[in-house]
């Protein structure tokens, strides 16, 4: 089994300040990881994978995270947000063989302030 | 291209009723899950199928039944609703072990149970 804490609940930020969202997980074996975003009223969109290879994945929109195994970690940065990235963001973690059923965190909102 | 859609949006029950929250897929993938989403709580597996013809309990099965009617159908069935399973309910597919081996959602339904 697998389990995924993300850190903090909310997080507020203003505009154009950088930002780090926490994901630690736990897992028996080896492990796929996701981060998802849900904007108000809509359902989840993947914004990022880790499968295998470089450890630093990227999204379209200027985030990045980075798997870190020893520390069992998949944090989320972004350098500079904009209020466009308001929403809630979700941590994943399915294992890479077997059931690959999904695991979610607790979620984290994200409130960028003008 | 459509993705996953389920029906309805929205629904208000009173106690006791029944329903069923109907989900499809067109994209071709076999696994298919059902998650409620609450707040604090982030998503919950209710039931998943891996395959046609089979399914599987979650985390948080009890007052829920699903069938899995074809590759594409996954539905999910309150028999006798109450209060408690007031929530948002996500539809997911995947093509576990595949390259694009994430979830894609529906846009949710709304479950009040007065």
């Known amino acids: 089994a697998q389990s995924v804490t993300q850190l903090d609940s909310q997080v507020p930020v203003f505009e154009e300040a950088p930002v780090e969202l926490r994901c630690n997980y736990s897992?028996?074996?080896?492990?796929?990881l996701f981060w998802y975003v849900q904007y108000p009223n809509q359902g989840l969109q993947l914004l990022l994978k880790y499968l295998s290879g470089s450890t630093l994945v990227e999204s379209i929109n200027g985030f990045e995270a980075e798997f870190n195994k020893s520390q069992t970690s998949f944090h989320l940065r972004k350098p500079s947000v904009h209020i466009s990235d308001t929403a809630e963001y979700f941590c994943?973690?399915?294992?890479?063989?077997?059931?690959?059923?999904?695991?979610f965190g607790r979620g984290t909102s994200l409130i960028v302030h003008p | 291209n459509a993705g996953v859609t389920q029906t309805p949006k929205f629904q208000v029950l009173k106690t006791g009723q029944s329903m069923t929250l109907q989900c499809a897929q067109d994209m071709n993938h076999n696994s298919m899950y059902w998650y409620r989403q609450d707040p604090g709580m982030g998503l919950r597996l209710i039931y998943y199928s891996a395959s046609e013809g089979t399914t599987d309990k979650g985390e948080v099965p009890n007052g829920y039944n699903v069938s899995r009617l074809n590759k594409r159908e996954f539905s999910l069935r309150l028999e006798s609703a109450a209060p408690s399973q007031t929530s948002v309910y996500f539809c997911?597919?995947?093509?576990?072990?595949?390259?694009?081996?994430?979830?894609?959602f529906g846009q949710g339904t709304r479950l009040t149970v007065v």
């Open positions: 897992s028996s074996v080896s492990v796929y």
């Open positions: 997911a597919s995947s093509a576990p072990g595949q390259a694009n081996t994430e979830a894609f």
């Open positions: 994943a973690v399915s294992p890479s063989g077997g059931s690959y059923i999904p695991t």
